[in-house]
């Protein structure tokens, strides 16, 4: 039984992850058919191939070390105050938060938040620091 002083989280992924009606999503690398339909029921017009943009935030599913440069590509297609979500599998050593977060200053960003994007997989925001926009 929770205690009197637990906390109880009712933002939905979507609000975590900062989808806003109208934003526009570009997907890379993640296929996943219900998240693309929580994102259009938000008010998200989803690209499931990302086209060169402009995008207020693209996705991008990372697998390993390899991947990493695949920010610096998603970089390019969002607005300068947009956002970047690298996603990567929970639970393994080879590939972590710690290699996403030393890559991002090559990439031109930096990380500002990280979550729980699933059972699976975790999450860190990444986004183009104030002076170089």
């Known amino acids: 039984m929770p205690s009197a002083n637990a906390r109880v989280y009712t933002r939905s992924r979507t609000e975590k992850l900062g989808v806003k009606p109208s934003s526009r999503v570009a997907l890379i690398g993640l296929q996943d058919?219900?998240?693309?339909?929580?994102?259009?029921?938000?008010?998200a017009r989803v690209a499931k191939r990302a086209g060169a943009g402009p995008y207020d935030m693209v996705i991008v599913r990372l697998q390993a070390s390899s991947d990493l440069p695949s920010l610096?590509?998603?970089?390019?297609?969002?607005?300068?105050?947009?956002?970047?979500w690298a996603v990567w599998p929970?639970?393994?050593?080879?590939?972590?938060?710690?290699?996403?977060?030393?890559?991002?200053?090559?990439?031109?960003?930096?990380?500002?938040?990280?979550?729980?994007f699933s059972d699976?997989?975790?999450?860190?925001?990444?986004?183009?620091?104030?002076?170089?926009r």
């Open 33 to 43: 058919a219900p998240f693309v339909k929580e994102l259009e029921d938000a008010g």
């Open 72 to 84: 610096i590509d998603a970089k390019k297609r969002i607005v300068p105050n947009g956002m970047i």
């Open 90 to 116: 929970k639970g393994r050593k080879e590939f972590r938060e710690d290699d996403i977060r030393h890559f991002g200053p090559q990439a031109g960003l930096v990380d500002v938040k990280v979550m729980s």
């Open 120 to 132: 699976e997989l975790s999450g860190l925001k990444l986004v183009i620091p104030l002076a170089l």
